[in-house]
């Protein structure tokens, strides 16, 4: 089981629970699907796109693939009557590999934008969320400003092609930027003072400062930005996008959906 976060202050839960609103959640039961990069188109299987790497959203713990989007990937092949099957890829790859019929849907933490709409299709969002900043805990006078504060920094780490990257380039562009294959590298670059701070979605931004608090890490407690995370299917698959908002639309799974997404994110409501 991944560790909980250890939000230690009262305020500061209560403000990011106001500034967070998870819409749905994750399964209780561990992943048992097979993972391959390869599967042909099949009726009967869900292939499921994922870059296991942004804890508690989707990462590997061993050889399984867990965590929210994962336990919802089990419950979405169930509701459509399908084995489930991970196809693991880089996050570059993932909207390539749908519309190339190697994947059939991405559930990997992916923010709805219009640039990504224009080629691909959006089911309902699953959860609100936003950009946050990990910094190093001796630096949080320093950035108390939140957002106005990013400009001072010296540089600031994200993870390619992801929204995080659009944001600093949008708002930073006068920032030095430093580009990471992934979250984890991007937090090692911060506890070396490599960087400043690392910019990328909030639910992971709060698993990373936890599990590495004992290395000085923390996260700015404020959302920069507004947005909506949702699964990408092909603008085709007209079949499948009814399918999944059904799933996550259906009155009778909001019980079971807001146990799993508090088991996963203890402090949404």
Not at 65 to 93: C, N, T
Not at 176 to 191: N, R, T, Y
Not at 233 to 256: C, G, H, I, P, Y
Request: with cysteine; hydrophobic share 45%.
């Amino acid at each position: 089981m991944p560790k909980k976060l250890n939000i230690k202050h009262l305020g500061v839960l209560i403000f990011f629970v106001a500034s967070l609103s998870f819409i749905t959640g994750c399964a209780l039961t561990d992943q048992k699907a097979a993972e391959s990069t390869e599967i042909e188109p099949d009726i009967n299987i869900l292939r499921v796109g994922v870059t296991p790497n942004a804890p508690p959203l989707i990462f590997k713990k061993g050889k399984k693939i867990i965590g929210l989007e994962a336990d919802f990937a089990k419950e979405l092949a169930k509701h459509l009557g399908k084995s489930l099957r991970f196809v693991e890829l880089e996050w570059e790859d993932q909207i390539p590999a749908l519309l190339e019929n190697r994947t059939d849907i991405i559930m990997s933490g992916m923010t709805q934008t219009p640039l990504r709409e224009v080629r691909i299709a959006f089911t309902r969002r699953y959860l609100e969320s936003g950009q946050m900043a990990l910094i190093r805990r001796e630096d949080s006078v320093r950035f108390s400003t939140g957002v106005f504060s990013l400009a001072t920094s010296s540089g600031i780490g994200v993870v390619k092609n992801t929204f995080g990257e659009y944001f600093v380039d949008e708002r930073f562009s006068n920032v030095k930027k430093e580009i990471f294959s992934s979250p984890q590298a991007a937090a090692e670059a911060v506890i070396d003072k490599d960087i400043d701070m690392f910019i990328y979605d909030a639910p992971m931004i709060l698993y990373i400062a936890s599990e590495n608090e004992d290395k000085g890490l923390t996260a700015l407690f404020a959302l920069l930005t507004r947005e909506n995370l949702a699964w990408g299917v092909r603008k085709d698959d007209t079949e499948l996008l009814e399918s999944a908002n059904s799933f996550l639309s259906d009155a009778d799974n909001q019980k079971m959906l807001k146990e799993m997404t508090q088991y996963w994110v203890p402090f949404a409501r």
